[in-house]
């Protein structure tokens, strides 16, 4: 009796270490995955500090969400192409050079400058709530008929140069928290405007990662209480006249508490 359960035991042990080891394996993974970071200033980590020298316009920040990747899961290389300005044809122009077939994990944020957010928001900031709405509806309706397309051509450029990586798209956080009777700068009505153009770019991305197979990292929720006109710690930067470009980006608190955690848990 004494050795049945000796062995009852033993084989529940087995089985409980091999269920361990099982789950070990994305950690084991992550650390021999060959990285690169694709695309625009919310992947670069514009507003973020801490740039690096050899990034130059660039402006790639140690406190982007992928250097923070690297720093934390060190996977075996690690390489950030993401630059300040990109477009999706910037992507596919200067940036999947660097992708290869031992790449395994890949991360791109690319699609908001391609209907313009900078240009956007510079018509919201110094023009009347009405041209600022007209901006917005604009973009919107460039946005459901070139971006599912340009993101496309992203995505397959990607599969084509590394097919066996894992791709996680990760998306942009939506500005503003509504409600706020005391939020100074723009109307509520183009507030609302402007998230509602946000939200409609991230579910176009959403939809095109959807049907490349990759994954989506949606931050949006992340960034909820942290927003611009919140209560809590700003996580995105306001409109800073003497830094033009950092305007509307992420903190390094946002890349570190909005970005990282929602990217890193969809990676793997």
Known sequence: ?????????????????????????????????????????????????????ESGSCMRSNNAYPALYNTNIKPASYRSVACSGATTTDVINNQLSALSSTTTLVSVTIGGNDVGFSSIMTTCVLNSEAQCIAAIDAAENKARSELPGKLANVYNGIKSRSPSARVVVVGYPVFYQLGNPICVGLTEKSRAKINEGINLVDDIIRTAATSAGFKFADVRSSFVGHQLCSGGEKWLHALNFLNLTISYHPTAAGQSGGYYPVFRSTAG
Do not use: E, H, K
């Not at 070990?24 to 021999?32: G, H, K, L, S």
């Open 1 to 53: 009796m004494r050795r049945s359960r000796l062995a009852t035991f033993a084989l529940t042990l087995a089985s409980s270490l091999g269920v361990t080891l099982a789950m070990a394996v994305p950690a084991q993974a992550a650390a021999t995955d060959r990285y690169v970071a694709l695309g625009d200033s919310y992947a670069s980590g514009v507003g973020a500090d801490s740039y690096t020298s």
